[in-house]
């Protein structure tokens, strides 16, 4: 009875600390961004205003997001790599873009351009088009989804 007690009061703990942890997110400077972002923000974000840098921090991790004023919006990981891309009126930076994502899009679909770009955790991406098509890669760069 004891250990079961011992182990329910354990539980209950590491639960509340998780909930303390989860969603700590704390403004900051664009200057206190990892380098790799800054980079990144200055190379191809120069003319846009940040409207607010913010810090998020998980349990295990913490991530940061940068927000310009004209509604454009940029995630990165821990170590200042971006994990998400979405623009509102203009495209994505072709640079940012990998080539075999782009290609297939000029293929495919011509006069559309991409405005948005994510990372996902098994290592594919999730783009979607000014022409409102959303495309899924896999990890490859192979297409394996059109909505």
């Known amino acids: 009875m004891k250990k079961l ?4 009061v354990c539980f209950v703990s590491l639960q509340t600390m998780a909930f303390a942890f989860a969603g700590d997110d704390k ?14 923000i200055k190379k191809y974000f120069a003319g846009n205003k940040v409207a607010l840098a913010k810090m998020e921090r998980d349990l295990l991790s913490k991530s940061y997001d ?19 891309i979405k623009c509102t009126k203009t495209a994505v930076p072709a640079d940012l873009v990998p080539a075999p994502i782009s290609n297939c899009v000029k293929e495919n679909y011509s006069g559309a351009s991409i405005l948005s770009i994510e990372k996902e955790d098994d ?25």
Do not use: C, H, M
């Open 27 to 40: 403004p900051v400077q664009v200057t206190d961004l990892p380098a790799a972002a800054q980079q990144l």
């Open 66 to 84: 940068v927000v310009f004023t004209n509604g454009d919006k940029l995630e990165f990981d821990s170590k200042g790599q971006w994990t998400e």
């Open 123 to 147: 290592g594919g991406y999730d783009v979607r088009l000014s022409n409102r098509v959303e495309l899924e890669f896999n990890k490859n760069l192979q297409l394996t989804d059109i909505d």
């Open 5 to 8: 007690f011992l182990a329910l």
